[in-house]
C-alpha cells in the first residue's frame, strides 16, 4: 500500500473510510488540566528548596500519572522545527522512494509504512498513519532522503539523549537511589534510541478509525512533540484524558522498562493517537531505552526496601522483540505478563 497519506489525498473524495480500517473505538476523553508540569531548569538550581521541590514533583508525577510536560529544557526551538521540517519533507517525497523503507523484517533500522494490529477475536485492522522509524543510538541509522534530514536527526537524537540521561539520574534520586545509579546498571553510554515520526492524515470518519491504538511504550522515557494538532490521549485512573502540550515543551512519559526498574514505582501508562477530519497531524517521538543487551529487573536496592519484587526480568532486545511480534492491541499487554503478583509470590 503506498501509505495513508496518498490514499487521504487522492482525487477521489473519500467520504468514508475503507472497511480494513474500521477499528471499534471509544473516542470520549476528558480535558484535564491537571497534567504535571516539570521545569527542567529547576534541577540545576542554586537553590536546595527549589531543587528539592522539583525532584519531589518529578517523583510524583512519574508515579500519579507517568506523564508531565517538560518546560524549559533546553532544546532550542529552532532544532525541533528542523525536525518538523525534515520530517514532512520525508512524507511528501513520491511512494516509490519511500517504498525502498518498507520493512523485510520487524527488527529492521530504517522502517516505513503503515502498520496492521490484530486484536484477539484474530481481526486485524489498518492504522491511519504512516510512520518512519529510525533506529538513532548506539548505531545511527537514516534515509539518505531528504538531505536536511541526517544533520537535524544526528543533532536532535543527541540533544534528546543528553535529556534523557539527565532527567533519569533525577528520577534515580526521587527514588532515593545514587544519581549515577541508572546509567550505571542499565549501560546508559550505549541506551537504544529509536525515533519515529507518525503522520496522521485527516479521517472522512475519525470515530470509526484509529492513529494508534491504546498501548505503553517499551523504554524508559519517551518524548514526544507535536505539530499542534490534538490527538494525543492518555489513561488515567482509568479514564481517558486529552494530553495537550504547549508549544515547545515536551511531552514526557515513563515506559515499561522504567515501571518494572522501579519496582511499580514509576507507572508505564496507557496512551493512544485519535484522529480529527480537518487537519494532518504530526508527532515525533523518541523512545529512550536501557542498551539492548541489559538484563532489565526490578532494582535490588528498592526489591530490598519492598521485600518483594514485582516482576520478572528480561533482557532489553527480547523484550522489544516479544513486544512487536506477541502482542493483541485488546489482549493482555507484556507489561502485564512480566507482573508478579502477591498472590503468586
Ligand atoms: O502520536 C502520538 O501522539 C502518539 C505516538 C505514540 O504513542 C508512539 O509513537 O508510541
Ligand atoms: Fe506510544
Not at 10 to 31: I, M, W
Not at 233 to 239: F, R, S, T, Y
Not at 251 to 279: M, P, Y
Amino acid at each position: 500500500m503506498a501509505g495513508v497519506k496518498v490514499l487521504a489525498e487522492s482525487s477521489v473524495v473519500l467520504e468514508s473510510v475503507p472497511s480494513k480500517f474500521n477499528f471499534v473505538n471509544e473516542p470520549t476523553a476528558s480535558n484535564s488540566d491537571s497534567i504535571p508540569i516539570i521545569d527542567f531548569s529547576l534541577l540545576t538550581s542554586s537553590h536546595p528548596d527549589q531543587r528539592s521541590r522539583v525532584i519531589q514533583d518529578l517523583g510524583k508525577a512519574c508515579q500519579e500519572w507517568g506523564f508531565f510536560i517538560l518546560v524549559n529544557h533546553g532544546i532550542p526551538e529552532n532544532d525541533m522545527e528542523a525536525m518538523f521540517k525534515a520530517a514532512t519533507e520525508f512524507f511528501n517525497m513520491p511512494a516509490e522512494e519511500k517504498r525502498q523503507y518498507e520493512p523485510k523484517n520487524a527488527s529492521d533500522p530504517i522502517k516505513y509504512g503503515n502498520f496492521n494490529v490484530t486484536n484477539t477475536s484474530n481481526q486485524t485492522f489498518t492504522l491511519w498513519r504512516d510512520y518512519l522509524k529510525l533506529y538513532v543510538h548506539p548505531d545511527f541509522h537514516c534515509p539518505l532522503k531528504p538531505e536536511i534530514l541526517r544533520e537535524a536527526l544526528l543533532n536532535y537524537s543527541v540533544r534528546t539523549r543528553k535529556l534523557a540521561g539527565a532527567l533519569l539520574e533525577a528520577i534515580s534520586e526521587t527514588m532515593g537511589l545514587e544519581k549515577s545509579y541508572m546509567e550505571e546498571t542499565l549501560n546508559l553510554e550505549s541506551m537504544f534510541q529509536l525515533f519515529a515520526a507518525n503522520f496522521y492524515p485527516p479521517c472522512p470518519e475519525p470515530d470509526r478509525a484509529i492513529g494508534i491504538p491504546p498501548h505503553t511504550d517499551h523504554g524508559l522515557l519517551t518524548f514526544l512533540i507535536h505539530n499542534g494538532v490534538a490527538g494525543l490521549q492518555i489513561e488515567h485512573n482509568g479514564e481517558w484524558f486529552h494530553a495537550n502540550s504547549p508549544h515547545n515543551s515536551i511531552l514526557v512519559n515513563t515506559g515499561d522498562q522504567l515501571e518494572i526498574f522501579s519496582n511499580g514505582r514509576c507507572k508505564s501508562v496507557k496512551h493512544r493517537a485519535v484522529l480529527n477530519n480537518e487537519k494532518t497531524r504530526i508527532s515525533l517521538v523518541v523512545a529512550n531505552g536501557p542498551s539492548v543487551n541489559t538484563v532489565l529487573g526490578p532494582a535490588p536496592p528498592l526489591v530490598a526496601r519492598d521485600r518483594r519484587a514485582s516482576y520478572i526480568p528480561m533482557k532489553y532486545k527480547e523484550y522489544i522483540e516479544k513486544q512487536l511480534t506477541n502482542s493483541r492491541v485488546d489482549g493482555k499487554s507484556l507489561l502485564e505478563q512480566m507482573m508478579i503478583h502477591e498472590n503468586e509470590l
